[in-house]
């Protein structure tokens, strides 16, 4: 059953709903329990590049998503920015994997501080403190210097620093593709079989032959 396994996964303000709505179906497709938080700057976001109006109540948006991504019943639920009664605001009850996915700069300096002003900053705040694992996928370029120390105040406390940056060793043909080289990047970090990208070394039509090799 999902219950045996929940993530929480936030979204903020940075371009890159894409990858947020890729990560949600392939999460519900392998059965995890989703606490899923959102800030006001996605829900513009998402509006912005998928014209998808997503409701301001937790109930609704609860709903909006599970239908979208075929959940089952129960099995994703939206916490509000305020919850604080939620499961992941404490470190007896919270997931012990998060991803932030796409990861704002203002939310990356947010946690490189220790700041817990809403839901996301204190669930992630959680998982750091009770040694979880926390996945930030920052989409932003180029990176000041603050960007690049708050990354490394994350780095140095455990935090995996995974930004969007698709790979084109896979041939990609469509933005798809380019969205799932990503989004499987994430899921092998936290231990889930995906089938979204080949693997290197594994196709192996497509490798050069020795003699084809250039120094």
């Known amino acids: 059953m999902f219950m045996d396994k929940s993530i929480t996964l936030a979204i903020t303000g940075a371009s890159g ?26 829900r513009v976001v998402f509006a912005t590049e998928e014209d998808m109006k997503v409701p301001a109540k937790p109930e609704q948006a609860s709903a909006y998503f599970t239908e979208y991504s075929g959940a089952k019943t129960g099995q994703i639920r939206v916490c509000g920015k305020e919850e604080w009664f939620s499961p992941v605001a404490s470190g007896s009850a919270a997931p012990k994997q998060m991803i932030i996915c796409p990861c704002s700069t203002g939310t990356l300096s947010s946690l490189a501080v220790g700041a ?33 120390k708050n990354m490394l105040t994350l780095a140095d ?3 995996t620093i995974m930004p969007a940056a698709p790979g084109f060793y896979h041939n990609p043909k469509t933005i798809d593709d380019l969205i799932d080289f990503v989004v499987a990047r994430i899921l092998d970090h936290i231990g889930v079989d995906q089938g979204l990208i080949q693997r290197w070394g594994y196709d192996h039509a497509r490798a050069p032959k020795p003699d084809e090799t250039q120094d």
């Open 17 to 42: 709903a894409p990858y947020a709505l890729k990560l949600i179906k392939e999460l519900v497709k392998a059965d995890y329990h989703l606490y899923l938080l959102m800030s006001s700057a996605a």
């Open 116 to 148: 817990c002003d809403n839901l996301i900053e204190r669930a992630a705040d959680v998982v750091i403190k009770e040694k979880g694992q926390l996945i930030v996928v920052p989409r932003e370029m180029p990176l000041s210097s603050l960007h690049l």
């Open 157 to 159: 406390l455990g935090v």
